[in-house]
């Protein structure tokens, strides 16, 4: 069958597996793409063309790098240690073990390949767990750990597999040989994912400042992504090119997690066609198992050693070994993180939602053909039938116990392959703002947008209590960001130098104020000399980043992105520091409160300063400045501010009530003629998808909210 046929006969039965499921709402998806495989390989005899060479570039690469720009939640972060531990040691573990399990179970089977096939049923699907945790009270922390694990347990379970196979196609394993060339490939493709994503995302800001904001383009440039850095890290640089995507796909996350979009148009499009993306690429993984089911049947029923009721025996042994090593592992964790009792019916919960999914099959069917030798890969008909078939075991089992759990919560089983739209931041401004806009006739775009940007941070100070000053803050502070580049494209040469210029001034008085609080604190003995000389060398570097700036017009665009990489490198030190100090978090809020607190103080002194002429610096500079050390003082605050959903509940009021100021500020432009009918209504479409963008973050947390 002619590739371009298949293709679109799989999405033709995508679309129909869906609507399928619809009237059968009790089925999961994914069982019934691979009922619909099994037909059209049973009555039609279509068989599939498969490449093991690019199954993996094509299905793992776009999956995983959409995992990473999903991750991490702050609940997820606080579990960060527990929920390595279940990426990792879980994964390694269950290979071992389960593997060694496996191998005792079937005898036909060698160990490196129930190593393999033990590794890559370990991989767990982060939907199912999600749509599960909708029919189960599970705990916070049990769900938040089982959550976290599935979103990053793919990446160790397929290098544990890579290994295995490779045991198997050469004959050849070194246990101290492995453990280098783990060491390497995991770091390696930890930093080349982390840097190539930076280098892309320089490069598509500096096309952006080129007047290159094209919206399909950006989108196209995104998708592309995970696909250009797997292959860089395979095949240049012989590292893991799993974890390189998914490291890509989490710097992707924190490069967009902004509170105002700069991009509403460009947000909505890329997740709608990522949306598209995994929908796809999860059905065609399963309707192609079930189109490889019968020539693995065919294989095994005629096989002499054993008959096709032992084949189902094994895969159904083989489940019950990964869900008792997953129910023993989360029983013992209950023991140690000690919140509360253990609870075995948690922990038989907590295994039961390891339902498998797409990245398990995707790897399976990417085994080899042939071995280094040239001889068939031993079994390898027998490895997909039982991965096959832990995967409908996993989602029958599923579908079986969540009635009986949660009988009155008849909500489906959902995995990836269904995911859809439903399962997914001491001065005044000085400037009359009516006053500029009568002024500026006709206005620009840009001019325009500044204005009712300027609204918006009006409204929001207008609304700003003790409670929800952190969100005032963080969100005064993003629309602050968007409005210096934007001021930028609207002033001369000169202009644009002395506002660089003032902006260099007033960073300066305030680093020099950072650094008298550090040195009083650390003259008080209140901080550590660890912490002491941390902070000094990030004054140090902050300094010595004003000092030398460059000036050019895409100054503030290379430095804004420059001084994001600095802070992550920053923050990856703070990390590890205080991972080994506990006790170093409250030094460190100590630390940004009374550095933020001198800054202010003073700025505030440099402008009373007689011989300082504050009425010629740019106010706006000031004004940004200032909210930012607010910034800092409000997230310093221990306890000040109440949970994540209160926070983020502020945070989604202010947003409305400034989207309402933009929508009122256009009105006002268009009846005093400052801007067009047109700009108007380009003006109307940018709010229009903020506020789209805005109701997608809702309905994010509110689907977070009723899996809790």
């Given at each position: 069958m002619l590739i371009?046929?298949?293709?679109?006969?799989?999405?033709?039965?995508?679309?129909?597996?869906?609507?399928?499921?619809?009237?059968?709402?009790?089925?999961?998806?994914?069982?019934?793409?691979?009922?619909?495989?099994?037909?059209?390989?049973?009555?039609?005899?279509?068989?599939?063309?498969?490449?093991?060479?690019?199954?993996?570039?094509?299905?793992?690469?776009?999956?995983?790098?959409?995992?990473?720009?999903?991750?991490?939640?702050?609940?997820?972060?606080?579990?960060?240690?527990?929920?390595?531990?279940?990426?990792?040691?879980?994964?390694?573990?269950?290979?071992?073990?389960?593997?060694?399990?496996?191998?005792?179970?079937?005898?036909?089977?060698?160990?490196?390949?129930?190593?393999?096939?033990?590794?890559?049923?370990?991989?767990?699907?982060?939907?199912?767990?999600?749509?599960?945790?909708?029919?189960?009270?599970?705990?916070?922390?049990?769900?938040?750990?089982?959550?976290?694990?599935?979103?990053?347990?793919?990446?160790?379970?397929?290098?544990?597999?890579?290994?295995?196979?490779?045991?198997?196609?050469?004959?050849?394993?070194?246990?101290?040989?492995?453990?280098?060339?783990?060491?390497?490939?995991?770091m390696v493709g930890l930093l080349a994912g982390f840097l190539l994503m930076w280098v892309i995302e320089f490069i598509r800001h500096f096309l952006r400042q080129q007047g290159i904001n094209d919206v399909v383009f950006n989108t196209v440039l995104q998708i592309m992504t995970p696909f250009v850095i797997y292959v860089i890290v395979e095949e240049l640089l012989h590292a893991s090119g799993v974890i390189a995507v998914v490291t890509a796909g989490a710097v992707s996350h924190a490069q967009g997690n902004r509170l105002v979009e700069d991009s509403p148009e460009l947000k909505l499009v890329s997740e709608k066609t990522w949306d598209i993306i995994v929908y796809l690429l999860n059905g065609i993984v399963f309707l192609i198992l079930g189109d490889e089911l019968p020539i693995a049947t065919t294989k095994i029923i005629h096989d002499v050693h054993f008959h096709t009721f032992q084949a189902v025996a094994y895969s159904f042994g083989a489940w019950v070994i990964l869900l008792l090593i997953r129910v023993v592992w989360i029983y013992l964790y209950q023991i140690i993180s000690k919140p509360r009792r253990p609870s075995f019916r948690v922990a038989l919960l907590a295994g039961l939602s390891g339902v498998r999914g797409a990245v398990t099959m995707a790897g399976v069917l990417s085994l080899p053909l042939v071995t280094a030798s040239g001889q068939a890969f031993p079994q390898r008909a027998l490895v997909l039938f039982v991965a096959a078939g832990v995967i409908i075991i996993s989602l029958v089992a599923a579908v079986i116990t969540l009635p009986l759990v949660a009988p009155d919560n008849p909500v489906p089983l959902q995995t990836r392959a269904s995911f859809s739209d439903e399962s997914d931041n001491d001065f005044d401004d000085a400037e009359n703002l009516e006053q500029g806009a009568s002024e500026r006739h006709p206005m620009s775009e840009a001019e325009a947008r500044i204005y009712i940007m300027r609204l918006a941070i009006n409204a929001i100070e207008e609304h700003r209590r003790i409670e929800n000053q952190r969100a005032a803050y963080d969100l005064i502070l993003d629309y602050q960001f968007i409005i210096r580049r934007l001021e930028l494209t609207t002033r001369d040469d000169a202009d644009r130098q002395r506002v660089m210029n003032d902006e260099i001034t007033l960073r300066r008085v305030a680093l020099k104020g950072e650094r008298s609080a550090i040195e009083r604190l650390y003259a008080h003995h209140q901080i550590s000399p660890q912490a002491y000389r941390s902070a000094i060398g990030t004054i140090r570097s902050a300094v010595r980043r004003v000092d030398h700036p460059k000036a050019h017009l895409h100054f503030v665009a290379f430095r804004n992105w420059s001084a994001s990489f600095h802070r992550t490198v920053q923050w990856l030190k703070t990390v590890i520091h205080r991972s080994q100090n506990k006790s170093s978090d409250n030094e460190w809020q100590l630390i940004d409160r009374e550095t933020a607190k001198s800054a202010i103080k003073a700025l505030s002194k440099y402008l009373s300063n007689d011989e300082v002429n504050s009425q010629s610096l740019d106010k706006q500079a000031v004004y940004h400045l200032v909210v930012f050390y607010r910034n800092r003082i409000e997230r310093a605050r221990k306890k000040q501010y109440a949970s994540r959903s209160a926070y983020t509940k502020q945070l989604n009021q202010l947003k409305v009530i400034a989207l309402g100021a933009e929508r009122t500020g256009v009105q006002t432009l268009l009846e005093s003629g400052n801007i067009t009918w047109q700009m108007s209504g380009r003006l109307r479409q940018y709010i229009n998808y903020s506020e789209n963008v805005l109701m997608m973050a809702v309905n994010d947390e509110v689907d977070e909210f009723y899996t809790k």
């Open positions: 371009v046929e298949a293709v679109v006969l799989l999405v033709v039965l995508v679309l129909i597996s869906n609507v399928i499921s619809h009237y059968l709402t009790f089925i999961p998806v994914s069982l019934i793409q691979i009922a619909l495989g099994l037909v059209i390989a049973l009555f039609w005899e279509i068989k599939i063309p498969l490449d093991t060479d690019w199954f993996l570039l094509l299905f793992i690469a776009p999956l995983l790098f959409n995992d990473g720009r999903r991750f991490p939640k702050r609940e997820l972060w606080q579990l960060r240690g527990p929920i390595f531990a279940n990426s990792i040691l879980l994964v390694f573990l269950t290979t071992i073990v389960g593997g060694y399990l496996i191998y005792l179970l079937i005898p036909r089977l060698s160990l490196s390949v129930s190593f393999a096939l033990a590794a890559i049923l370990s991989p767990t699907d982060p939907v199912a767990v999600q749509s599960i945790s909708k029919r189960v009270k599970l705990p916070d922390r049990i769900l938040h750990l089982v959550s976290g694990e599935s979103l990053i347990n793919d990446a160790s379970g397929l290098i544990a597999f890579k290994y295995a196979v490779a045991a198997t196609v050469t004959g050849v394993f070194s246990f101290s040989h492995a453990v280098g060339d783990f060491l390497y490939i995991s």
